[in-house]
């Protein structure tokens, strides 16, 4: 929810272009990956990174009506296949806030890593934690790689990704 805040003028975007499009916001209660660098380099001393370190993100059950989009919301399991399929078959366009835990790790990762003399250890993007979990490279064409995570034994196709030095965008 925090990451749709930095491109939320590009919702109208869509409108006013008369494009038909859905949205998927997955609130985890603010800037979750800023919460995740201040704990490991700042001893979970927080700062802006959700509404009770000073940030407060829009109700967007409020505001995506307003700029014109369906509003959809998927706060536990129940009933989440007949929620997903009503979100996915409305002809307009449409957003579906899927509630996470505040805390949600993430995998995998690119883990910067602290030095006693305060500098961070980068590690190369090949390094990922968990390593076990993703097959390493599977398919390279041109700039985009396909990514692949393993549950229960069977490989399954994520999306090709931009490669982009330290970061992977899914």
């Not at 995740?36 to 959700?50: G, I, W």
């Not at 980068?122 to 968990?130: F, N, V, Y």
């Amino acid at each position: 929810d925090g990451g749709i805040m930095m491109n939320l003028q590009e919702l109208h975007t869509v409108i006013e272009n008369g494009l038909n499009v859905k949205v998927v916001i997955f609130n985890n209660d603010g800037y979750l990956m800023i919460k995740h660098t201040q704990k490991m380099l700042f001893n979970s001393n927080y700062v802006s990174v959700d509404k009770n370190t000073g940030i407060g993100l829009p109700n967007f059950s409020k505001l995506l009506p307003a700029l014109g989009y369906e509003y959809y919301s998927l706060k536990d399991w129940n009933n989440a296949d007949v929620k997903i399929n009503q979100f996915l078959k409305d002809p307009l366009n449409s957003v579906l806030e899927v509630f996470m835990d505040p805390n949600q790790g993430f995998l995998p990762k690119v883990k910067g890593v602290p030095r006693e003399d305060g500098s961070i250890l980068a590690p190369p993007i090949e390094e990922m934690s968990p390593l076990d979990s993703i097959l390493l490279p599977t398919n390279i064409t041109g700039t985009t790689k396909s990514v692949f995570l393993n549950f229960n034994s069977k490989s399954v196709p994520i999306l090709p990704v931009p490669i982009i030095p330290a970061f992977i965008i899914f």
